[in-house]
């Protein structure tokens, strides 16, 4: 787990060793333990390292093969490295010089090809310049986990880890993306492929794209799918198991000590659970919090003391200081993000940091199994919709909402029924999974919007298009395109973001087991009767496997609670001082995007306890914050 760079100038002007050596040392929190650059004419390549396999000197990056053909800068794991080790001794001849898993690429380039990419099971954001024919090709992992950003001008390609390093390129544009951001507002995150500035894009998750003198093209060689041939519950649950037992146990490898995150819920239970019968013993982490309504150390406590695994509290509350927590986590988000939920997590891994350079966690289960709630009341709604009329749905929830309070807890039930019902105004076939995603409703964007975002909106831009659009493809049952949509939108744009940058803030490498290509091609396979049924519990398949390992039902059956934040709390008192000042005293900095006068207006509510806009306001917070750094 590391950052990379790379800058290719296509019309062979030398690349500036200064600028790449600013944009890589930009990434440093991501790999503590060592840089590297190499240049070759119009080409080079950075690289900060995060050491977890082979601590030498022999792991250092960018690396080469053997005969130096072929140079690599990689952030992420290779997790089945030792059957790819083997063929590649074994048929070709190749002698490693390291115990390093980077390796690989350089040396499996040689032997296969651009099909390397579709052989290697793992995470990973890959630079690959073949020097004899004078190619690069950028490669990203089949879930999306690694990123890698993306700045192509007509003479110029940089790419790297996060938007702050291609900023320290000379020239690179800072011009805000309207309709980015416009998404952004709505959902919290770019669409996939975006990100909030016009000369930055993202490479989608399993692709490689190569450049060369011939231009540019593209390759596809994984996506989700949905199959479905697989309709017994314990077949399922016997199957998940195995492959789920042999992933762990290769991603485990490390020669530094690695952790496990530790809620009560399902998935990073089952994960403690499974490791009980393995030969791995890693130590198990949830966060405390203060308020009893998102604390849930107990049942992690519970999970602990079954799985035989050692556990440590780490206390979100203690936090002395959360103004400048919030900034940092803007700031290693670049902005791009604005899940609240980032705070504790980031608090987390800060608090994780001495004791291991590596974790497990569970994120992607509940997209590839089902998790989420949204999908039962998409199939409730589906049926609903062609009795309701859209203007009444909308006036129903419109009016919930707007009698939910200025509560700090979780949801309340007025809220959730709000939202259910303007839902059901979205579009049918799907548009409703969409718009239950959405942040920033129709009522405040007419308060809180300015001209340029405006003006979209009266144009008929849809912020929520490309979610919905996934949503709603035809020839796939109604739960697989939510599905679909969640695994190729939503996951990518804030789960993987989140876990990513966060972790990496503090030099620890997250690995995702639900989100290896071997997992999610057995839950494509899985019918979705399995995984979200009309009635009963959701997730059956990973329940009953947890059920398996003797798990009391408290923890078997319970609802999911997700990781939230009490982001109303926290902007209300340890954070006012933050919204004080961007979102009242400086509020004109955010137009023309932004309306100042309706921004100061649900501060002020929202101080005053009289609403709850806690989402909205930390999203305009986030943007506040980052935006400011674009002026200097």
């Keep these: 787990m590391c950052g990379i760079t790379g800058v290719y100038n296509f019309d062979g002007a030398p690349v500036d060793r200064e600028a790449l050596g600013r944009m890589t040392r930009s990434l440093a929190h991501r790999g503590p333990d060592g840089e590297g650059i190499w240049i070759n004419g119009s080409v080079g390549l950075g690289h900060r390292r995060l050491a977890m396999r082979d601590l030498s000197d022999h792991g250092h990056q960018p690396m080469s093969d053997t005969s130096g053909r072929v140079v690599v800068t990689f952030n992420g794991e290779i997790y089945n490295e030792a059957q790819l080790r083997g063929e590649l001794e074994r048929d070709y001849g190749y002698r490693f010089q390291s115990t390093c898993d980077t390796e690989l690429i350089p040396a499996g380039y040689l032997a296969w090809g651009e099909r390397v990419f579709e052989k290697l099971e793992g995470m990973f954001a890959i630079g690959l310049f073949d020097i004899a024919s004078g190619k690069l090709i950028l490669a990203r992992d089949a879930a999306g986990i690694k990123p890698l950003y993306l700045s192509h001008t007509g003479k110029s390609l940089r790419f790297a880890s996060e938007i702050k390093a291609l900023l320290e390129y000379p020239g690179q544009s800072r011009k805000i993306d309207r309709e980015a951001l416009y998404q952004f507002t709505a959902q919290g995150y770019p669409s996939p492929g975006k990100s909030l500035l016009e000369s930055v894009s993202q490479l989608a998750p399993g692709t490689f794209r190569v450049f ?35 992933v762990l146990d290769q991603m485990l490898i490390s020669d530094v000590p690695i952790g496990s995150l530790q809620s009560s819920g399902i998935d990073s239970s089952l994960i403690a659970m499974s490791l009980k019968e393995t030969k791995w013993k890693p130590e198990l982490f949830t966060a405390k919090f203060e308020q009893s309504s998102h604390d849930e150390s107990g049942l992690a406590e519970l999970v602990a003391r079954l799985s035989g695994l050692n556990h440590r509290h780490i206390p979100i509350a203690d936090d002395p200081a959360p103004e400048e927590t919030f900034r940092s986590i803007v700031r290693h988000f670049d902005g791009q993000l604005a899940d609240s939920s980032a705070y504790p997590v980031y608090l987390l891994f800060k608090g994780m940091r001495p004791f291991v350079k590596g974790t497990l966690t569970g994120d992607g289960a509940d997209e590839y199994f089902g998790g989420y709630p949204t999908y039962r009341a998409t199939r409730i709604a589906s049926w609903l919709q062609p009795f309701i009329p859209a203007s009444i749905a909308g006036a129903v929830g419109g009016a919930l909402l707007n009698s939910t309070g200025a509560g700090e807890g979780r949801l309340p039930l007025s809220e959730v029924a709000g939202r259910f019902f303007c839902g059901m105004a979205a579009p049918k076939g799907g548009g409703c999974h969409a718009y239950w995603r959405r942040l920033l409703g129709e009522k405040l964007e007419n308060d809180i919007l300015g001209p340029e975002l405006l003006k979209l909106k009266h144009g008929g831009f849809n912020p929520l298009s490309g979610y919905m659009e996934m949503a709603t493809q035809p020839g796939m049952s109604l739960v697989d395109r939510c599905l679909i949509a969640d695994q190729s939108f939503y996951l990518p744009s804030d789960m993987l973001l989140k876990v990513d940058a966060m972790s990496m803030a503090h030099g620890i490498e997250a690995r995702l087991p639900f989100l290896d290509r071997r997992v999610m091609d057995f839950a494509g396979r899985l019918d979705a009767s399995l995984l979200t049924p009309l009635f009963g519990r959701d997730k059956n398949v990973l329940r009953l496997a947890l059920s398996q390992y003797n798990v009391p039902s408290a923890i078997v059956n319970q609802r999911k609670k997700g990781f939230n934040t009490p982001v109303a709390s926290l902007l209300r008192n340890k954070l006012a001082g933050l919204c004080d000042r961007y979102l009242d005293a400086e509020a004109e900095r955010l137009y023309p995007f932004f309306n100042p006068a309706g921004i100061r207006a649900i501060w002020k509510a929202h101080r005053e306890r009289t609403a709850n806009h806690g989402y909205v306001l930390w999203l305009l917070l986030t943007f506040a914050i980052w935006s400011e750094t674009l002026d200097g």
Excluded at 226 to 240: Q, S, V
């Design 212 to 246: 060369d003198s011939n231009g540019t093209r593209a390759t596809t060689f994984w996506k989700p799918r949905r199959t479905g041939e697989i309709k017994n519950l314990r077949d399922a649950a016997d199957g998940f198991k195995e492959v789920f037992a042999s």
